[in-house]
């Protein structure tokens, strides 16, 4: 990496950056995931997240690369046994 700009990911297979699409997708996830986080305890945190998740795939409005793009925006943030837990929930909605 020799700067900022032209950095990507370790785990981006084709080192490619995510499309614009997919970002708002990400961003608007987010967003959901934060309006609904205000008072609320890690089991509804975790619950609300896997709703609404469920219900973007099943209505097509909510992809792999979305999910994937969430896991990678909020990975870094958590420790090592949130992170796994992440992922093996990212995993489970993949597979819907």
Same mark, same amino acid.
Not at 5 to 14: G, V
């Given at each position: 990496?020799? #700067?900022? /700009?032209?950095? *990507?990911? +370790?785990?981006?297979?084709? =080192?490619?950056?995510?499309?614009?699409?997919?970002?708002?997708?990400?961003? +608007?996830? &987010?967003?959901?995931?934060?309006? &609904?986080?205000? @008072?609320?305890?890690?089991?509804?945190?975790? @619950?609300?997240?896997?709703? +609404?998740?469920?219900?973007? /795939?099943? =209505?097509? *409005?909510? *992809?792999?690369? #979305?999910? #994937? =793009?969430?896991?990678? *925006?909020?990975?870094?943030?958590?420790?090592?046994? /949130?992170?796994?837990?992440? /992922? +093996?929930?990212?995993?489970?909605?993949?597979?819907?």
């Amino acid at each position: 990496m020799k #700067d900022f /700009k032209s950095y *990507t990911p +370790e785990n981006n297979e084709n =080192n490619e950056p995510p499309k614009s699409e997919e970002m708002n997708n990400t961003v +608007e996830l &987010a967003k959901k995931v934060s309006q &609904a986080m205000n @008072g609320k305890s890690q089991g509804q945190l975790l @619950g609300t997240i896997i709703a +609404e998740a469920e219900k973007g /795939k099943r =209505n097509g *409005t909510l *992809t792999n690369a #979305d999910l #994937d =793009n969430f896991y990678n *925006t909020l990975a870094p943030l958590v420790d090592g046994f /949130k992170r796994k837990k992440l /992922k +093996e929930v990212i995993n489970r909605l993949k597979s819907i």
